[in-house]
């Protein structure tokens, strides 16, 4: 399975400032998905990064405050801009495969995540 | 609305067998998902289910039933090793994956 590169790893940020995180994958792929993962909480869909094309935001999230680049089938970065104590999550990077088994099932590969710290 | 609902916490013993439940409420239903997740570390793929019935895989297996809208994880031979998270995930009509809030397993010797 693809093996996803994230950084950073955790980070404590000020109130107002942007933090950018990076997402590096050792394969070609077309989708990218950008993750939230809030403290007992669901997984929730951020974006979606295509290659040479503006991402795709779920309801609740806007481009101005989470800007996404996707300048290659290997990269993308995730922006999260005039940070506030609520922003404080794990953000997780993640692209779609194949199982290769019967089921044909596509399922998610995940990378490490970014635990962000909002004071 | 989508709401996937599983058990918060559990706590089973070293060499038992857990079973964690979950139910759903989608629009349309293409597949149910289970995945595990250690502490600080990302999600893994454990299992999927598109038809009714039991997906064994090892130690694990999962059951579907789209009538209910139930899924279970079962956990054999339980390892302290198997203390994670298990997010339980739905993809509905329009191939979104919709995520429960996880099942936080303790397993204690």
């Known amino acids: 399975s693809a093996v996803i590169s994230q950084k950073p790893s955790r980070d404590i940020c000020q109130r107002g400032t942007s933090l950018t995180i990076q997402c590096q994958v050792d394969?070609?792929?077309?989708?990218m998905f950008w993750y939230r993962q809030q403290p007992g909480q669901s997984l929730t869909l951020i974006a979606t990064a295509n290659q040479g094309s503006e991402a795709t935001y779920e309801s609740g999230f806007v481009i101005d405050k989470f800007p996404i680049s996707r300048p290659n089938l290997t990269f993308s970065t995730l922006t999260v801009s005039n940070m506030s104590p609520e922003d404080s999550s794990i953000y997780l990077c993640s692209v779609e495969e194949e199982t290769g088994s019967s089921s044909g099932a596509n399922v998610l590969t995940f990378g490490a995540g970014s635990r962000l710290t909002v004071l | 609305g989508q709401n996937i609902d599983q058990p918060t916490e559990m706590t089973a013993t070293e060499g038992a067998i857990v079973q964690i439940n979950c139910t759903y409420q989608?629009?349309?239903?293409?597949?149910l998902f289970w995945y595990q997740q250690h502490a600080g570390e990302a999600p893994t793929f454990l299992s999927y289910n598109v038809l009714d019935g039991l997906e064994e895989k090892g130690r694990f297996s999962s059951f579907l039933s789209r009538s209910k809208g139930y899924s279970y994880l079962l956990l054999k031979e339980l390892q302290m090793k198997d203390s994670a998270s298990y997010l339980c995930?739905?993809?509905?009509?329009?191939?979104?994956?919709?995520w429960g809030a996880g099942t936080k397993l303790i397993i204690k010797p």
């Open positions: 995930a739905v993809r509905d009509s329009n191939y979104q994956l919709i």
């Open positions: 394969s070609q792929v077309t989708m």
């Open positions: 989608t629009s349309g239903f293409n597949g």
